[in-house]
């Protein structure tokens, strides 16, 4: 009989552990849900505040680029992109035993 006992105790205890998890993975859940959507709306105030200020009141208008700028621009890339394109290639003699030489 005392062996029945303990049985039901430790079925017992296991169920109300069971349900203790449960009870705590369901308000975890809660809580994470309810930090999420705190996030997302803090998030979304940030984010319309920031393009308030680029869009509104607080932004500074952008000065139009200086035609003479933006021709020089085009002068650098385009050097830049020749200077890419082309490859300086350096041959580099050998001596007689087939090993190089230092250039002279």
């Given at each position: 009989?005392?062996?029945?006992?303990?049985?039901?105790?430790?079925?017992?205890?296991?169920?109300?552990?069971?349900?203790?998890?449960?009870?705590?993975?369901?308000?975890?859940?809660?809580?994470?849900?309810?930090?999420?959507?705190?996030?997302?709306?803090?998030?979304?105030?940030?984010?319309?505040?920031?393009?308030?200020?680029?869009?509104?009141?607080?932004?500074?208008?952008?000065?139009?680029p200086?035609?003479?700028?933006?021709?020089?621009?085009?002068?650098?890339?385009?050097?830049?992109?020749?200077?890419?394109?082309?490859?300086?290639?350096?041959?580099t003699?050998?001596?007689?035993?087939?090993?190089?030489?230092?250039?002279?």
């Amino acid at each position: 009989m005392d062996m029945v006992d303990e049985i039901t105790l430790l079925i017992a205890l296991g169920t109300l552990n069971l349900l203790a998890m449960g009870g705590l993975s369901m308000w975890i859940r809660r809580e994470l849900e309810d930090s999420m959507e705190q996030l997302d709306n803090s998030l979304a105030m940030a984010l319309q505040s920031t393009v308030e200020k680029l869009t509104g009141e607080g932004a500074v208008a952008f000065e139009a680029p200086n035609p003479i700028q933006a021709a020089l621009g085009q002068v650098l890339m385009s050097i830049a992109q020749q200077k890419m394109n082309t490859v300086e290639a350096t041959i580099t003699p050998r001596g007689a035993d087939g090993t190089f030489k230092g250039l002279e």
